[in-house]
């Protein structure tokens, strides 16, 4: 089984979450979640008159009422959200969640097939949607494309992946201990990134490369894409 999470924040049309959450409404989920995040800091009185309004047709939408309904008080960003959800409620997930952000669409796919075949790779941790362009060197190199149904990558995207919740706890309590930056705090997929842009990644050789790379098991999923819709926060 399969559980979704989308998470979210205030975006200023709120006809692209409808689009995301319509982008795998077609999929047999156990629990279906919706994240968002605490309003940020604003001058602007309508900022925060509009976001509780975002939320409210969300929330009192029947389209929607399948879903659980999570609001964070603060603005504590992606993976903070994350990480404090996945602790709180672990042993109610399934094994399996589907993770995508609110301005994401998703191609379709079928998502039970792509769980068999995740499950015949014993070294996929994450399985990310890529987008439908040439892959941006400085964040993604290429270890191995040959599988028909999986590229063995460094790098991986944050926007819409599987990931199996035993796997996803490693990973965020071992980037827990890491000691970084403000805006690598923010997000997952930007440690990865942050340390294959430093000295020392260029320092190390290919078999110490590898080894890092399976704390994270990162896979991209051959030809199902996502779309990033840019929302406007």
């Not at 993770?99 to 941790?125: M, N, P, T």
């Not at 964040?139 to 996803?168: L, M, P, Q």
């Amino acid at each position: 089984m399969c559980d979704l999470i989308l998470v979210g924040s205030y975006v200023s049309d709120d006809e692209i979450i409808r689009k995301t959450l319509r982008s795998v409404k077609n999929h047999k989920f156990n629990q279906k979640y919706i994240l968002f995040d605490g309003p940020r800091d604003s001058e602007k009185k309508t900022y925060y008159d509009n976001y509780r309004k975002y939320k409210q047709d969300i929330i009192q939408s029947n389209e929607y009422k399948d879903f659980k309904i999570i609001e964070f008080p603060d603005n504590i960003y992606y993976r903070p959200m994350i990480d404090l959800f996945i602790n709180n409620n672990y042993n109610d997930l399934s094994d399996n969640l589907l993770i995508i952000q609110d301005d994401v669409e998703l191609a379709e796919f079928d998502l039970e097939l792509l769980l068999e075949r995740k499950s015949k790779v014993e070294d996929c941790k994450l399985l990310y949607f890529g987008e439908n362009r040439k892959r941006a060197p400085h964040w993604f190199n290429v270890i191995d494309e040959t599988d028909d149904h999986f590229v063995k990558i460094h790098g991986w995207s944050e926007r819409a992946y599987v990931v199996n919740k035993k796997d996803f706890k490693d990973i965020l309590d071992r980037i827990d201990k890491i000691k970084t930056g403000q805006y690598c705090k923010r997000f997952i997929d930007t440690y990865y990134h942050n340390f294959k842009k430093s000295k020392k990644w260029k320092d190390l050789s290919r078999e110490d490369h590898l080894e890092y790379w399976k704390l994270w098991g990162c896979y991209e999923y051959k030809g199902v894409f996502h779309k990033h819709l840019c929302g406007k926060r």
